[in-house]
């Protein structure tokens, strides 16, 4: 099956800075890559997702770019703020299945 | 809507004891999902199912029994609790490849 790998296990950034997490898969075949916040007590929400014929994909501050040849996928989020913070998770999908495999998750602090 | 519904939100058990957690969802979609997550480890899938009446097994399914009788309700069982089991379990369903996701339910085995 799929394996995903993600980094960094955690994260710590000034409001206003630039947050990173980056993301490695090994089945060439995926096609779809979503990314999901998961807030304290709450189940892992969708924030943003982009399929592999596509590089970037931008929703306001949150973009996320995919490199299929080095099957890597990263979420970037700009002038982060408190309510950023969250535990971030990457998946992609199985190919035959409808299968999502995750990742090991961000936690990711934003310091007022 | 209310979406993706798991009941209990939180349970004890003792080791060796049985118990059902309920996944109902009001939004009709084919596809529904039981994940375990453990610190430090993402979300793995136990169970899953494509429809009413087809249930197939994910990465970790030992120690777990599903069923899948209608479009609604997907219950995962645990026959005889262990330790290991201690977890918090999410229930999701799939319209498409976008999942829902329940508010989860804290299981801990003692």
């Known amino acids: 099956g799929e394996n995903v790998e993600q980094h960094p296990s955690t994260l710590s950034v000034q409001e206003g800075d630039s947050a990173v997490i980056k993301c490695t898969y090994s089945?060439?075949?995926?096609?779809?890559f979503p990314w999901y916040k998961q807030e304290l007590g709450k189940g892992p929400q969708l924030i943003i997702d982009?399929?592999?014929?596509?590089g970037e994909k931008k929703d306001q501050r949150i973009a996320v770019t995919l490199n299929k040849t080095a099957k890597h996928f990263s979420l970037h989020i700009t002038e982060t703020q408190p309510e950023d913070s969250a535990v971030y998770f990457c998946?992609?999908?199985?190919?035959?299945?409808?299968?999502?495999?995750f990742g090991t998750g961000t936690r990711l602090t934003v310091i007022p | 809507n209310a979406g993706v519904t798991q009941t209990p939100k939180f349970r004890i058990l003792k080791i060796g004891q049985s118990m059902t957690l309920q996944c109902a969802q009001d939004?009709?979609?084919?596809?529904m999902y039981w994940y375990r997550q453990d610190p430090g480890m993402g979300l793995k899938l136990i169970y899953y199912?494509?429809?009413?009446?087809?249930?197939d097994k994910g990465e970790v399914p030992n120690g777990y029994n599903v069923s899948r009788s209608t479009t609604e309700d997907f219950p995962l069982r645990l026959e005889l609790a262990a330790p290991s089991q201690t977890s918090v379990y999410f229930c999701?369903?799939?319209?498409?490849?976008?999942?829902?996701f329940g508010q989860g339910t804290r299981l801990t085995v003692v």
């Open positions: 089945d060439s075949a995926s096609n779809y």
């Open positions: 199912s494509v429809g009413a009446g087809i249930t």
């Open positions: 982009i399929r592999s014929n596509v």
């Open positions: 998946a992609a999908l199985e190919t035959g299945a409808n299968n999502l495999f």
């Open positions: 939004m009709n979609h084919n596809y």
């Open positions: 999701a369903t799939a319209l498409g490849t976008e999942a829902f």
